[in-house]
């Protein structure tokens, strides 16, 4: 768990942790299109929401209200 920076929760177990890209993290992150140092990766009850990965806020918020997510 040392990589993580955030960790959010919302509504139905959907989970957004802010994530350093590497290892595992970097390979999964580059199959959805992610590049760069970070994301925010997005799961529902333990499965990948959307692409999973997340370059940014803006990206993020096309796909979870941000509203509805609280702090971990």
Do not use: I, K
């Not at 802010?18 to 999964?28: M, P, Q």
């Amino acid at each position: 768990m040392g990589e993580d920076r955030g960790s959010w929760a919302g509504p139905g177990g959907l989970r957004v942790r802010a994530v350093r890209l590497s290892g595992a993290h970097r390979v999964l992150a580059e199959r959805a299109g992610v590049l760069g140092h970070s994301a925010f990766l997005v799961t529902r009850n333990g499965a990948l929401v959307g692409r999973g990965y997340y370059p940014s806020v803006e990206s993020l918020a096309e796909v979870v209200d941000l509203a509805e997510l609280r702090t971990r």
